[in-house]
């Protein structure tokens, strides 16, 4: 599987190497306008890796894109990539992403999957519990946890047995009962593991310490009450707690750490810092596996958690403290 990092034409040096950072400014400016006015994109492969430059300038540019030149764009990187299976990811100083993946998305292709960092994120639910729990000098062991789940996957099925094997307690908010009676029942006979289930919207999250939400969307979670102490961990759909009684701590994203060895491959290219460590570690690993295996190939790769990114940026581990001496 081939992986495409987008950058833009401030980028350029990647495509034309040390030979275009020697070129005189006049020169640079031409080669700049003839890009970006005729919408010409600048591929370099490196193995399974492409650099893409569009002819955009970066997201400190007040820059408006019309939609003659936004389609004229989206109609050349299908046509480039519409024969193979890739990974798109992109560099963080493009404020075009969003609207780059929706005029993708009508071509209705599905041969482009999208790396932003919710596919590492949900394999990294352990870690980050076990971060919280480090900064708060308690066990899993003595913790209740609640998952908000509708729709099992593989990987949140995985998480959740494990979870249940360490955890004091763990309870299933849900709208989907009676999939998830099954799930009690083959969890209990298979691996002795007993969870509960609820879906009482005033009383499921009333007095919940820790939140996982793994698929309940803004508009779901905000009709149920939720502690106002709580911590609330994110993984597929970022939530915004709308009640003004919340106090809590509500986790959007990690900034992680791995393997120098892999660092190096992007470095070598010179991307590595233009996109945010879990975009590079995700198009990294990003493969079909079965979670157990993934989970052992980031233990391998000696990924830790940095630090958690709440809504207003990164979250100091001070609060974590504060927060659990509330509850």
Not at 114 to 139: A, R
Not at 229 to 234: D, E, S
Not at 279 to 304: F, P
Not at 309 to 319: A, D, F, R, V
Request: glycine share 2%; aromatic share 14%.
């Amino acid at each position: 599987m081939k992986k495409v990092y987008f950058e833009t034409i401030d980028k350029i040096n990647i495509i034309f190497n040390i030979r275009y950072e020697r070129t005189p400014i006049i020169i640079k400016k031409v080669i700049l306008f003839f890009i970006y006015t005729f919408n010409i994109i600048l591929y370099k492969q490196y193995e399974d890796k492409i650099v893409c430059v569009l002819p955009f300038y970066d997201g400190n540019k007040k820059e408006q894109i019309s939609n003659i030149k936004m389609n004229s764009i989206i109609k050349k990187i299908h046509k480039k990539f519409k024969k193979e299976v890739y990974l798109f990811a992109f560099a963080s100083n493009i404020k075009y992403k969003d609207r780059i993946k929706e005029e993708l998305e009508k071509y209705k292709s599905n041969n482009i999957i999208w790396v932003e960092g919710y596919w590492i994120f949900s394999y990294l639910i352990l870690d980050i519990l076990k971060y919280i729990f480090n900064l708060t000098e308690t066990s899993i062991k003595e913790q209740n946890i609640d998952m908000l789940i509708n729709n099992i996957s593989e990987i949140s099925y995985y998480i959740l047995k494990r979870i249940a094997l360490n955890a004091k307690r763990v309870k299933i908010v849900t709208n989907k009962l009676n999939i998830f009676k099954k799930i009690e029942k083959e969890l209990y006979d298979k691996e002795g593991i007993a969870i509960e289930l609820s879906n009482n919207m005033k009383k499921s999250l009333s007095k919940s310490s820790y939140i996982i939400n793994v698929d309940f969307d803004n508009k779901l979670f905000n009709k149920y009450k939720v502690n106002k102490n709580a911590v609330i961990l994110n993984v597929y759909k970022k939530t915004k707690v709308q009640s003004l009684m919340f106090n809590g701590i509500n986790i959007l994203d990690c900034y992680i750490d791995f393997d120098d060895r892999i660092k190096d491959e992007f470095k070598e290219i010179g991307i590595y810092n233009d996109f945010t460590p879990n975009i590079i570690y995700e198009s990294y690993l990003y493969k079909k596996d079965k979670a157990e295996n993934i989970i052992k190939q980031t233990i391998n790769n000696k990924v830790k958690m940095l630090y958690l990114i709440g809504n207003k940026g990164k979250i100091n581990e001070l609060e974590f403290k504060h927060i659990i001496s509330k509850t």
